[in-house]
T-cell receptor
Framework: DSGVTQTPKHLITATGQRVTLRCSPRSGDLSVYWYQQSLDQGLQFLIQYYNGEERAKGNILERFSAQQFPDLHSELNLSSLELGDSALYFC???????????????FGEGSWLTVV | ELKVEQNPLFLSMQEGKNYTIYCNYSTTSDRLYWYRQDPGKSLESLFVLLSNGAVKQEGRLMASLDTKARLSTLHITAAVHDLSATYFCAVDINLYSGGGADGLTFGKGTHLIIQP
C-alpha cells in the first residue's frame, strides 16, 4: 500500500457526462500528480499541484481540470466525456515540489474509467 | 521534447536466467525512475537514480544509470516467476537544467513473463 488513496476505483459513464476523481496523497506529501494510462497512449502526465497551486501541466485536455484543496486532497474533473477518455487514471504524490527533485513518487491504485 | 524508449517491449524468459532491460532517453537527465506494474494494479516504485554511475540493487533487480550515454539498465539475476510484471522507466530533467515542468516521461514498458 503506497498510502495514496483514490476513489472511485471503477466507474462507468456515458459519453457527454462529467465525472470527478478524488485523490488523497500520502501523509506529509505536498505534491499531487495526475497520470492517464491507456493502451494506445501509455502513461501520460496530465497535471501537478504543489501545496494547492498548479505546478506543471502536461497533456491535459481542455475538457479536463483539476484542483488541490487546502487539506491537500485533489480532484480531477473530466467533462464532455468521449469514448477515447476510457483509461486508468492514476494519482501520485511526493514530498517534493517537482519530479525533477528526484524524490520517490508514490502512485495510488488508480481509477478505472469506462465511457460507453 | 523528451523521449524515452525501452527495449525490449516484450520478454519471455525462463526461471534462473539473467536478462537486462534497456531504457534510452533523448535529453540530458540524471533523474531516472524505475517502476513495476502488475496487471491492472498500481505502479510500485523500484529505484530512483540520481547521478551518473548510480547503481542500486534490491533482491534480484539491479538498476544503473549512465547519463553520458543517456541509458539506464534494469538487470534481472536468476529470474523467478514472481518477477513477472511490466517494468517502466521514467525520466525527468534535473531541476537545475530547467526540468520539473513536464512531469515524468514514461517509456512504453517492458512486459516480462518468467516461465518455470
Amino acid at each position: 500500500d503506497s498510502g495514496v488513496t483514490q476513489t472511485p476505483k471503477h466507474l462507468i459513464t456515458a459519453t457527454g457526462q462529467r465525472v470527478t476523481l478524488r485523490c488523497s496523497p500520502r501523509s506529509g506529501d505536498l505534491s499531487v500528480y495526475w497520470y492517464q494510462q491507456s493502451l494506445d497512449q501509455g502513461l501520460q502526465f496530465l497535471i501537478q499541484y504543489y501545496n494547492g497551486e498548479e505546478r506543471a501541466k502536461g497533456n491535459i485536455l481542455e475538457r479536463f481540470s483539476a484542483q488541490q484543496f487546502p487539506d491537500l486532497h485533489s480532484e480531477l474533473n473530466l467533462s464532455s466525456l468521449e469514448l477515447g477518455d476510457s483509461a486508468l487514471y492514476f494519482c501520485a504524490s511526493s514530498v517534493a515540489p517537482s519530479s525533477a527533485w528526484g524524490n520517490t513518487i508514490y502512485f495510488g491504485e488508480g481509477s478505472w474509467l469506462t465511457v460507453v | 521534447e523528451l523521449k524515452v524508449e525501452q527495449n525490449p517491449l516484450f520478454l519471455s524468459m525462463q526461471e534462473g536466467k539473467n536478462y537486462t532491460i534497456y531504457c534510452n532517453y533523448s535529453t540530458t537527465s540524471d533523474r531516472l525512475y524505475w517502476y513495476r506494474q502488475d496487471p491492472g494494479k498500481s505502479l510500485e516504485s523500484l529505484f530512483v537514480l540520481l547521478s551518473n554511475g548510480a547503481v542500486k540493487q534490491e533482491g534480484r533487480l539491479m538498476a544503473s544509470l549512465d547519463t553520458k550515454a543517456r541509458l539506464s539498465t534494469l538487470h534481472i539475476t536468476a529470474a523467478v516467476h514472481d518477477l513477472s510484471a511490466t517494468y517502466f522507466c521514467a525520466v525527468d530533467i534535473n531541476l537545475y537544467s530547467g526540468g520539473g515542468a513536464d512531469g515524468l516521461t514514461f517509456g512504453k514498458g517492458t512486459h516480462l513473463i518468467i516461465q518455470p
